[in-house]
């Protein structure tokens, strides 16, 4: 039987501070939820339309009132719907995009299901789709990935 190659995972906090490049937006805080199957990002006017012929969605991120809302309203044809139950137990749907996330100096692609987190502390939620197979979550931890690149950029 042969060993299983073990690849060394990174270790992250229960909080950090994430850089989405695509988007123009870097230094986002996030929140760590292992019992969140996907990540979740706050945006709004989500709107599905026919853009040249293709049904596309539009939404913006974050929302004026957050320090690193930039106003751009960005499009994409890449998306799916998905149900989605919230912590509360409230079922809904969400559209769900693919992004690059950087952390820990490494570009990692992953889903984002876009929703209104407006009342939530954090705009974004990092789920194990994102974690599993890359990080170890240590609770008693935070912005180590921050603490990295600010280390890293001097």
Do not use: W
């Not at 990935?145 to 600010?150: F, P």
């Amino acid at each position: 039987m042969k060993a299983k190659a073990t690849k060394t995972k990174l270790i992250i906090g229960a909080r950090d501070k994430i850089d989405l490049p695509e988007f123009g937006l870097y230094e986002l805080p996030c929140k760590v939820d292992t019992g969140a199957a996907t990540s979740a990002i706050h945006c709004y006017q989500v709107r599905l339309k026919e853009i040249e012929g293709k049904e596309m969605i539009t939404f913006r991120l974050l929302d004026p009132s957050h320090e690193a809302y930039n106003g751009k309203e960005f499009r994409t044809d890449n998306f799916k719907e998905k149900k989605v139950k919230s912590s509360f137990g409230h079922t809904e749907y969400r559209y769900v995009i693919k992004c690059k996330v950087l952390i820990f100096g490494k570009k990692f692609e992953t889903e984002f299901t876009l929703a209104d987190r407006i009342q939530m502390r954090y705009p974004i939620l990092l789920g194990r789709k994102l974690l599993r197979r890359r990080f170890i979550v240590d609770v008693s931890q935070k912005d180590l990935s921050y603490r990295q690149k600010l280390l890293v950029d001097g």
